[in-house]
């Protein structure tokens, strides 16, 4: 079974940059038996300030690359592979609404970290945060989350957003996405994979399973996941779209300290500036 990582990314992108490591394409065997009004996949659509730290990453060409969760006013908790060799200047974060092409305020980015062993091993360590130029406009459709401070319980709810895609093969979403998901202990995700590939779900993720048709699509790569008021996971990957298997998110919880290293300043190794990247045409 192939897996890949959920995110809408541009073939050109691809193509002009070395660092966009792989574009995992879906099996042929896989079905998209998701009717054509099911969304991110399964969901409804959400009402605006549902989720209030939920935001949409997008790059050159203004358009949603990734989800993202406000962390404190300076600070966007994102996965890795949405950011990895992409040029910090160039990503515009959209806050305080359920339409991404429809922005109550738009901030960029002046740098971005990401975890110091991303991908190695494979999959692992996908966690990034995104530092903001400007500080963040706090209302009633744009606020902060905490971090999770504590593990889940085997089946606890979780609530799931995003844009992306409504169905395999798309079309995304037109406006923001929620559906409850139920966690899945370390042990109960292994079993519902194939042995092939197991090996890269690791220590560092956690799971989430309903059944086929509910789940984590392309373009909700970086997405929040929260249980109980808290930010638990950022979406990883899954196998293209809720094809009856688990979706794997980076856990919060394991990853709360390099969280926190990093926005202390505390983690030089993971610092990423803007002129160590290659640039796509001048910035206005």
């Not at 530092?131 to 209302?139: Q, Y």
């Not at 844009?163 to 079309?171: S, Y």
């Not at 109960?188 to 799971?207: M, N, P, Q, T, V």
Request: overall charge negative.
């Amino acid at each position: 079974m192939h897996l890949w990582r959920i995110t809408s990314i541009l073939l050109l992108y691809i193509i002009v940059t070395a660092t966009a490591k792989r574009l995992i394409t879906p099996k042929a065997h896989l079905s998209d038996r998701q009717s054509e009004n099911e969304r991110v996949v399964g969901g409804t659509n959400a009402e605006p300030g549902f989720a209030s730290y939920q935001v949409s990453i997008q790059g050159m060409y203004n358009s949603h690359w990734c989800g993202g969760a406000i962390i404190d006013k300076h600070w966007i908790l994102t996965a890795a592979h949405c950011i990895y060799g992409y040029n910090p200047p160039y990503l515009r974060i959209i806050t305080g609404t359920v339409e991404s092409d429809k922005p109550r305020a738009v901030y960029e980015s002046d740098e971005y970290y990401t975890h110091c062993n991303y991908d190695n091993p494979v999959y692992s360590n996908d966690i990034g945060l995104i530092h903001l130029k400007d500080p963040i406009v706090f209302d009633q459709y744009t606020q902060a989350v905490p971090l999770a401070s504590k593990p889940l319980e085997d089946n606890a709810t979780a609530i799931l957003t995003g844009w992306g895609d409504v169905q395999l093969g798309g079309p995304p979403a037109e406006s923001l996405q929620k559906i409850s998901l139920k966690y899945l202990s370390h042990k109960r995700c292994l079993e519902a994979f194939e042995e092939e590939d197991r090996e890269i779900l690791d220590i560092g993720h956690i799971c989430t399973f309903t059944k086929e048709g509910e789940g984590s699509c392309h373009g909700d790569s970086g997405g929040p996941l929260i249980s109980g008021d808290e930010l638990v996971g950022i979406v990883n990957w899954g196998v293209p779209c809720a094809q009856g298997y688990p979706d794997a998110f980076a856990s919060v919880y394991f990853y709360r300290d390099w969280i926190r290293r990093v926005m202390s300043g505390r983690c030089k190794a993971c610092h990423c500036e803007a002129s160590n990247y290659p640039t796509f045409g001048d910035k206005n």
